[in-house]
């Protein structure tokens, strides 16, 4: 096995080794920062009291609202002079966060990029074309110079303009990108309509993340493409995207432990959850000096999934991301997760690639209505077809969710098209 970092190599007794002294260390710079110095204080704990990883849990958590309350400067631990790079999240949830970096911390960042996509398989000679918003999204430099950090020729192709994503993929001969996996789905299908069979093109890796979406979606992308999709997950408050990556086995994500120690935790009582249980990912950085940051609640649910990887790294994987804990829906008292709903849409060959799922509240009563979006080719078919495809979907998601919802068919490209994160849910409820 070829391996970009030496820290791939290392066994679960270095890993771990490396976690706690590093630990000591971000614990001492983080509190520097206004913040951790008085919430470290306030706790009683200091880097001597950390011995081993379970030690870490005496440091308290950090919220998004801690972040959001000491906006904008009151999370830094180096003289402002230091800080030459700031990110402020894609603020999906509400208010957005800021996040600074050192010149040290870009590099690290860079490395731990340009690892992800080394284990994947990229290589200096690849054309890789960054199909991600350039501003202040992670999603746009972070890869990009992890791409360049690798040594790929790297095209900065932000995102829209489909046309002309498509027209640098065939007169550079685009041979990986990195993609948003609603986008990627789209993106076929423009290619379609411009007479091409989008597995034509020399596509061979693509990175696909920043939002939630299931297997059977990377599937889809990967046969619609004739490429292989792997799961990329990060967040701004993290870096952004190199936090945890899927090796060439496809299953899971590993976390880069030595830069970053992963817990999974109960979100409401904040304890550990049983070992491969569901729980909210909660973070702490062991290598960044700009802005440090201990324990953060992600709000991401997932697990840690058990025994080794095939690839030989140790490093934990985690899996695909369920969702955020507010992305949650409550109806008539079931909990239910959009990624759930996905799962089964993207099971019938029939539906094509966007889906809408709306909640609205009528004389006190909760409803869901998802709207599905049918290939072209299937749209045309006689009406007792798309009955039966109605009724089949019902059902299957009835057994899946436990609620009945109201599956409306529609045409394809008619439901709305966000150019970053696609917004899957309208939750007209509150507004009664
Ligand atoms: P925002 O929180 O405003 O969306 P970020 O750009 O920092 O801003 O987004 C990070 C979030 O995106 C993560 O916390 C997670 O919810 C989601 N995300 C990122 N990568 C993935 C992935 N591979 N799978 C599922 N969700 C992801
Ligand atoms: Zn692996």
Not at 25 to 36: D, E, G, I, V
Not at 344 to 365: H, Q
Request: aromatic share 6%.
């Amino acid at each position: 096995m070829d391996y970009f970092d030496i820290a791939e190599t290392w066994d679960r007794k270095t890993l771990e080794e490396v976690q706690v002294s590093r630990l000591k260390t971000s614990m001492a710079q983080a509190m520097k920062s206004p913040f951790y110095s008085r919430r470290l204080k306030e706790a009683g704990v200091t880097p001597d009291d950390i011995r081993s990883l379970d030690d870490l849990r005496r440091i308290p958590t950090t919220s998004k609202d801690d972040l959001r309350a000491q906006y904008p400067y009151g999370f830094i631990a180096v003289p402002k002079e230091e800080l030459v790079r700031l990110h402020v999240s894609s603020g999906t949830t509400g208010v957005p966060t800021a996040v600074y970096h050192t010149r040290e911390d870009l590099a690290s960042w860079a490395d731990l990029m340009a690892r992800c996509m080394y284990m994947v398989g990229l290589r200096p000679g690849d054309v890789f074309q960054n199909i991600a918003g350039y501003g202040l999204f992670t999603g746009g430099l972070g890869i990009h110079n992890g791409a360049e950090r690798l040594g790929c020729l790297t095209i900065p192709a932000g995102t829209g303009n489909t046309k002309r994503q498509i027209k640098i993929m065939r007169d550079f001969q685009t041979t990986a990108v990195h993609i948003i996996p609603s986008y990627a789905l789209y993106l076929a299908g423009a290619i379609e309509e411009e007479g091409e069979d989008p597995r034509t093109l020399p596509l061979r890796i693509a990175l696909v993340g920043a939002e939630p979406h299931t297997d059977a979606s990377r599937r889809r992308i990967e046969e619609l493409f004739d490429l292989k999709a792997y799961n990329s997950y990060g967040l701004s408050e993290m870096n952004g995207p190199g936090v945890a990556f899927e090796c060439v086995y496809q299953n899971g994500l590993h976390v880069w432990e030595d830069a970053y120690i992963a817990e999974i935790l109960d979100p409401d009582t904040q304890e550990p959850v049983p070992e491969g249980e569901t729980g909210e990912l909660v973070m702490t950085t062991l290598c960044r000096r700009g802005m440090p940051l201990l324990r953060y609640r992600t709000r991401d649910l997932t697990r840690f999934l058990p025994g080794p990887c095939p690839c030989g790294r140790q490093h934990r994987r985690l899996d695909r991301i369920l969702g955020r804990t507010d992305d949650m829906m409550i109806l008539k008292g079931v909990n239910i997760y959009p990624m759930q709903i996905e799962r089964i849409l993207m099971s019938f060959p029939e539906v094509g690639d966007n889906y809408l799922i709306t909640l609205d509240r009528k004389d006190n009563v909760d409803n869901m209505t998802v709207k599905v979006e049918v290939r072209p080719e299937h749209f045309v078919e006689d009406m007792r077809a798309l009955h039966a495809l109605q009724r089949n979907i019902t059902r299957r998601l009835r057994d899946e969710i436990l609620v009945t919802p109201i599956v409306e068919l529609v045409e394809s490209n008619s439901l709305p098209k966000s150019e970053g994160k696609a917004k899957r849910v309208m939750d007209n409820r509150e507004l009664h």
